[in-house]
């Protein structure tokens, strides 16, 4: 076989219409706009993305398998490179793809684009890392309930590495981009990742999105007022240079009339986010959002404020709001 042939089936067949004519099934909850989640019936699941070269790729959560649609196919069917070029001669440059496995239509997927190597194995790490609506660490220490961190709101938006620690993904244009490290006395990041935004699972009924400067000052946030209405978006932090654009975006995405909240730390750096915050907001070129600043009362952060008052934890009823004010965004 020639490396151009080669190269013909890595880029031109789309992993994810063959996946689905093996019986796979998109996930589209769990998919994003730089890779695709897909589930077959006896248990599997893969992750496909397209690396910097072009190529089609998945690795499986469940597994060790990994590579192109070759390395699928073998690892699925087995079989000879011979055997894999006459399957793939078929699909390359036709429009109608051959049926298999009893399914005659696969889903429309949309474009995806390409991605870097780094992000490639960020997103496996992730993807093996379980959910965590109970963590030790953030009940214990950080005062968050259980049924705050078990709301499908926040689902999948918390997860546990194997050494316990809670980890927050982060999302940016294309999808995960990294994580968040932290457990009693100790802070990190994926290596070879970069900040996006952390950020809860959205509902088109939503009226508001609350941006944070850490995920568990949200998930504190929520605690404190819960909104069924509401969504919920950290930093991590200082602000890198593609942050602004991704929270211009976020408020940008929110329904008519919809509430920005800046709910930054108690501190001359939390005021200066929230004008940061203020400014990608007025940067959406909508004045139908209302743009509004909060901050914790008496003390720095809202995780703060919850250890201080655990009596507003969840399901009470929400308390007013203290050092609230409303600036409409130009």
């Not at 469940?62 to 006459?86: E, Y």
């Not at 214990?140 to 709101?153: A, F, N, Y």
């Not at 490290?181 to 952390?198: C, D, M, P, Q, V």
């Amino acid at each position: 076989m020639s490396d151009a042939e080669l190269e013909r089936f890595k880029t031109e067949i789309d992993l994810r219409a063959y996946a689905a004519l093996q019986g796979y099934v998109w996930d589209k909850r769990e998919s994003w706009r730089g890779s695709t989640v897909m589930r077959h019936p006896d248990g599997d699941k893969i992750i496909i993305k397209r690396d910097a070269d072009g190529h089609y790729v998945f690795f499986s959560v469940h597994g060790d398998a990994r590579g192109s649609i070759i390395d699928f196919i073998q690892n699925r069917q087995g079989g000879s490179l011979g055997t894999v070029r006459k399957e793939l001669r078929q699909w390359t440059g036709l429009d109608t793809r051959p049926a298999a496995g009893g399914i005659s239509e696969v889903p429309i997927f949309p474009a995806l684009p390409t991605t870097g190597k780094d992000r490639l194995r960020v997103e496996a790490e992730l993807a093996r890392m379980p959910a965590a609506p109970r963590h030790p660490y953030l009940e214990q220490e950080r005062k968050l309930p259980s049924t705050v961190l078990e709301r499908d709101r926040f689902a999948g938006r918390v997860r546990m590495d194997e050494r316990g620690n809670a980890v927050f993904p982060h999302f940016d244009g294309q999808g995960i981009c990294g994580y968040e490290i932290k457990n009693r006395g100790f802070t990190g990041f994926a290596r070879g990742g970069s900040k996006g935004l952390w950020s809860s699972q959205t509902e088109p009924e939503d009226t508001r999105i609350i941006f944070c400067e850490s995920a568990i000052d949200a998930l504190s946030h929520a605690t404190l007022f819960p909104d069924e209405h509401a969504r919920y978006a950290s930093i991590g932090g200082q602000v890198n240079p593609a942050q602004p654009e991704l929270i211009r975006a976020a408020a940008a995405s929110m329904a008519t009339g919809a509430g920005i909240v800046a709910a930054m730390d108690n501190d001359d750096d939390g005021r200066k986010l929230a004008d940061m915050v203020r400014k990608a907001v007025e940067l959406t070129g909508r004045s139908d959002l209302r743009f509004t600043t909060e901050q914790p009362a008496g003390v720095k952060d809202w995780n703060d404020q919850l250890r201080a008052h655990p009596t507003f934890s969840f399901p009470t009823a929400r308390p007013r709001r203290i050092g609230s004010t409303e600036l409409d965004a130009k």
